[in-house]
């Protein structure tokens, strides 16, 4: 099972762009990368997901090296409500695969200041 | 479409008794999951299933036994409560194969005394 290892805890102001990085270093060649954005006393919910290179939507950007041992999560302008738990997850959901069982790692708690 | 709901929002229970948490999904997913979250922590994995009738074992299943006799409810049992139990715990489902987003209840706020 691919471990993740995030920071703990990131600082960051209105407006300013936010990198939060995720390590996993044993990745399976069929696991996918996704993040998760988590406010206090709601379940996570979904925000990117990749599987190499660079993917893009309305609220994020996530870049994956080629060697896919690390995976970085772009938020661009952050606002205060942007303040949450971010988690990325690695797994891969196939019949009979050997991720299914999803474990998150601690997650990276973002306080966006004004 | 509810999405995923959980049963009840909230509990308080002594120590020793029993409950049961009920998941329910609408979504016709395969996959069903149960995570804990203590204050201040991450989700831990305690049990999820891969279809109707099989369940496996997840980070911390100690404690706790679960159930998918239907395909669309995944029940989380407690025997014996006990106050390191006390957790807010989690829901979610997804359908394979499937690139997509895990899926969330609201989550179940649970304290043993």
């Known amino acids: 099972l691919a471990k993740t290892t995030q920071p703990i805890s990131m600082d960051s102001y209105e407006g300013q762009e936010v990198n939060i990085t995720c390590s996993h270093n044993?990745?399976?060649?069929?696991?996918?990368i996704t993040w998760y954005q988590q406010f206090p006393s709601q379940g996570p919910r979904f925000i990117i997901q990749?599987?190499?290179t660079k993917v893009t939507n309305e609220v994020a950007s996530l870049f994956i090296p080629a060697d896919r041992k690390s995976s970085t999560l772009s938020l661009p302008r952050v606002s205060l409500s942007d303040t949450a738990v971010y988690y990325c997850l690695v797994g891969g959901l196939f019949r009979g695969g050997a991720t299914n069982k999803l474990i998150f790692g601690t997650g990276t708690l973002l306080a966006v200041q004004p | 479409n509810a999405g995923v709901t959980q049963t009840p929002k909230f509990r308080v229970l002594k120590t020793g008794q029993s409950m049961t948490l009920l998941c329910a999904q609408d979504m016709n997913h395969e996959y069903m999951y149960w995570y804990r979250q203590d204050p201040g922590m991450g989700l831990r994995l305690i049990h999820y299933?891969?279809?109707?009738?099989?369940?496996a074992k997840g980070e911390v299943p100690d404690g706790y036994n679960v159930s998918r006799l239907k395909k669309q409810n995944f029940l989380l049992g407690l025997e014996s409560a006990a106050p390191s139990q006390t957790s807010v715990y989690f829901c979610a489902s997804i359908a394979p194969p499937n690139t997509g987003e895990l899926f969330f209840g609201e989550g179940s706020r649970l304290t043993v005394l």
């Open positions: 044993n990745i399976a060649t069929n696991d996918y």
């Open positions: 299933s891969v279809g109707e009738g099989t369940t």
């Open positions: 990749g599987y190499k």
